[in-house]
Every structure is written in structure tokens, then in C-alpha cells.
């Protein structure tokens, strides 16, 4: 098979992020289901920016943020996902998701590639409203599904409710209304022995 060498590159990097469906979480999906793995997360997240939008505090480009939410967890194909109450993880988490950067999206056509890390950086940066809106999601997704299983994640990794507040605060930037949703679940979850207080 002959392929002009943009398509030839667009193809390998397709088959590349089939990788992400190998990526497993910590978080289980809903009704104690298995763990989900990263694509899982990307498309929930997807979804829910179309359908929760008119919840974001400010007029997003519902598509952009679409886009930030599926590749945000592409690097973690080299990367390794990192727990978000894992401080030790976290420490090297940066480096290592800028050298799988460059690796993975060096794979595509400069434009492409380009583009990808230009959105990789607006998710990490929260400045943008689709950045803050997309990250409010991926505060949001494995909160519902942690409560859907009964914070059975939450009590097998000990987390309290001030590291989830803490991760929680920044879902207020992208919404308040659905910060207030988080609250709600938090405290009641805190009620039930779920969190630590």
C-alpha cells in the first residue's frame, strides 16, 4: 500500500492513541464496575462538555473544549496516568508528560502536531474558558462516578474530604453551579464515612 507521507504519519499516530484505551485509572465506572481506562474518561468528559455547557460561567466554544478534553490524557500513554490524590506521583508528573509531549505529538504532520500540543497547553494553563470549563469536567466525571460506587475509591485509597475540596475549588472556575453539585456530593459522601474528614 502506498501512502503520501502526511497520511502515512496521521494513520501511525491514530494507532498510536488506540494505546489509551490501555491506560487504567483508579477510578471504577459507574455501579462498581471495572476500572476505566483513560479514552473511557476522555469521551465521558467530551459528552458532558455538550451537554452541561450552558452550566459554564462563561460562553465557551463548545467544540475547542471538546477537543481539550479528548486529548488531555493523551500523554499518559507514556506517561502513566497519575493518581489526583498521589503527591509522590505528582512531583514527576510534569516532566514526564512533557517528554511523552514530544514524542507522541511529534509523530503527526507539523500542523497537526502543533495544534495538538497548542491544546495540551491551553488544558494545562485553566487561563481559557473552554480550559476552565474542560477541567471542571475532569473534576466532575470521576467525582460522579466515585459517588455512583459509594466512594468505594475514595475509602480504598484513604482520601479526605479536604484533598477532594481541594481539587474541587477549581471546578468553580469553569462553574459555580456545578461546583455547588460537587459540594453537595462531597458533604455527603463526608456524612457517610466515604471521605475522611
Known amino acids: 500500500m502506498v501512502l503520501d507521507e502526511r497520511l502515512q504519519k496521521q494513520l501511525e499516530f491514530i494507532l498510536e492513541i488506540d ?10 465506572l459507574s ?8 479514552a473511557e474518561h476522555a469521551w465521558h468528559m467530551a459528552i458532558m462538555v455538550f451537554l452541561l455547557k450552558e452550566y459554564s460561567n462563561q460562553e465557551i466554544d463548545v467544540m475547542r473544549t471538546m477537543q481539550l478534553c479528548l486529548i488531555h490524557d493523551l500523554v499518559e500513554i507514556y506517561a502513566g496516568d497519575t493518581y489526583a490524590y498521589d503527591e ?3 512531583k514527576s508528573q510534569k516532566e514526564r508528560e512533557a517528554k511523552a509531549e514530544e ?3 511529534s509523530m503527526l504532520p507539523d500542523d497537526q502536531g502543533d495544534y495538538m500540543r497548542e491544546l495540551f497547553h491551553e488544558f494545562e494553563a485553566y487561563e481559557t474558558p473552554e480550559a476552565k470549563f ?3 469536567m475532569d473534576n466532575l466525571q470521576p467525582l460522579l462516578l466515585n459517588h455512583s460506587n459509594g ?11 479536604e484533598q477532594v475540596r481541594g481539587r474541587q475549588e477549581k471546578t468553580k472556575l469553569g462553574s459555580e453551579a456545578l461546583y455547588d453539585i ?3 456530593i462531597m458533604e455527603e459522601n463526608l456524612k ?6
Open 103 to 105: 514524542k507522541l505529538f
Open 182 to 184: 460537587t459540594n453537595q
Open 192 to 197: 457517610k464515612g466515604n471521605l475522611k474528614p
Open 151 to 161: 466512594g468505594s475509591d475514595w475509602r480504598e485509597h484513604g482520601v479526605s474530604i
Open 31 to 38: 455501579e462498581h464496575g471495572r476500572r476505566e481506562n483513560d
Open 19 to 28: 494505546k489509551e484505551k490501555n491506560i487504567l485509572r483508579q477510578t471504577h
Open 134 to 136: 474542560a477541567r471542571a
Open 88 to 90: 509522590e506521583g505528582k
